[in-house]
């Protein structure tokens, strides 16, 4: 008898929600997680927006995942209590040459069977947000935001109502496969091993690195590790602005630098796109001069000196500069085995249905 029916390497949103579905479904569950707190690594480090899932290619992982993930989690964040506000969120064309961006945006919307997605033009956006400068956009009223810490405690609290456990303070180190399924090292100040049925991995930016710790996971199905920085600004002495979530069109490899008001009432921009790498989360002053351009392409009104450095994030991303962005890996190979590569954004708002495929995948 194997002491676990699963063992989670990661406590962020994603080993959590895995966590809490493989829990309610009787098996026996503990997550290994190597900080001192759970969601100390990206699921602390984001903008916590609920996306809609109009931005994802057809048949995607990504598509899929964001649209049932917003679907469960606006309805667990209710049954939770955990605050979040269904703002909306508007994709703005700031000059007619991005109109066809976002045309092909709300098709795709359509595609990926996204409700409440409607466009207007530049006068209705206005007058739904009168400091905004717009020719067009989407208006998204399923977007929203959300506390991704709350969130992340009422996993933990489900986890532990169905008899699971999250261990601290435990790096995993490795993997050998066993009769049953997998006995499991973890360090820390009481180094052990685990015997467990089935062995899932979700350690974000550590994923890759785990894989290789696990004897018979192929290595040359371990896609390489890009790190994805995002930067944030904060807007000071300022009144946040705009109501509802804007975002330009997308760019290259990242949804765009945009605007949010969090639950706070605090306005922020970002992030940013910059590779790097190492694992540096200082923001540096010096790149609020793209932010002020690309802000005020959206807010005229932004004046001189309200932005302010703020947090950075890291997107675990499987892509480089100027490579295509590709989708999430939920990498099932192995009997016994699913390890999550390259789970960035929409992660979050996709953690519940990941969750639920992780179960899926394994016969549970
Ligand atoms: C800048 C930025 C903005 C984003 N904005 C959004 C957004 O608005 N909406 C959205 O839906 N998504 C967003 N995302 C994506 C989202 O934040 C992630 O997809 C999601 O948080 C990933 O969760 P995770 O559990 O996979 O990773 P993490 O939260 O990083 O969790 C992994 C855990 O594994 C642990 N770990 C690593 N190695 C080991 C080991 N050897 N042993 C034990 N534990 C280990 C880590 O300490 C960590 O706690 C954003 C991401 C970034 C970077």
Aim: proline share 6%; charged share 20%.
């Amino acid at each position: 008898m194997a002491d676990f029916d699963a063992v989670i390497v990661g406590a962020g949103a994603v080993g959590l929600a895995a966590g809490y579905a493989l829990a309610k479904r009787g098996q026996s569950v503990v997550l290994l997680e190597r900080e001192n707190s759970i969601g100390a690594g990206i699921s602390s480090r984001n903008s916590e927006v609920i996306h809609a899932g109009l931005h994802y290619p057809t048949g995607s992982l990504k598509a899929r995942l964001c649209v049932e993930g917003r679907r469960a989690l606006y309805a667990f964040l209710e049954a939770h209590s955990v605050a979040h506000d269904k703002c909306g969120k508007l994709i703005v064309a700031t000059e007619d040459s991005e109109i066809p961006a976002l045309e092909d945006l709300f098709r795709q919307g359509e595609i990926n069977c996204v409700e409440g997605v409607r466009r207007i033009d530049g006068a209705e956006a206005r007058a739904l947000e009168p400091q905004l400068r717009a020719v067009a956009a989407l208006d998204s009223v399923e977007s929203g935001v959300m506390d991704a810490h709350g969130y992340m405690l009422a996993l933990e609290g489900e986890i532990e109502a169905h008899g699971g456990a999250i261990v601290l303070n435990t790096p995993f180190l490795g993997a050998s496969p066993s009769n049953e399924g997998y006995d499991v090292r973890a360090g820390g100040e009481a180094p052990m091993t685990i015997s467990t049925r089935r062995l899932i991995i979700a350690a974000g930016l550590g994923a890759q690195a785990c894989a290789r710790g696990i004897e018979n996971f192929p290595a040359d199905r371990i896609p390489e590790l890009h790190l994805g920085k995002g930067n944030y600004f904060a807007l000071q002495g300022v009144k946040a602005p705009f109501a509802r979530l804007i975002y330009p069109p997308p760019i290259p490899g990242a949804l765009g630098t945009h605007y949010r008001r969090d639950l706070g009432g605090v306005a922020r921009f970002g992030p940013d796109l910059q590779f790097v790498d190492h694992e540096d989360y200082v923001v540096d002053p010096a790149r609020a001069a793209s932010f002020y351009e690309t802000v005020r392409r959206f807010w005229p009104g932004l004046p001189d000196g309200a932005l302010t450095p703020d947090y950075a994030g890291i997107r675990p991303k499987l892509h480089g500069p100027g490579e295509h962005q590709g989708d999430f890996v939920i990498d099932d190979s192995v009997e016994n085995l699913t390890c999550l590569f390259g789970i960035e954004s929409p992660g979050l708002t996709s953690s519940l249905a990941i969750g639920e495929e992780v179960a899926r995948r394994l016969g549970v």
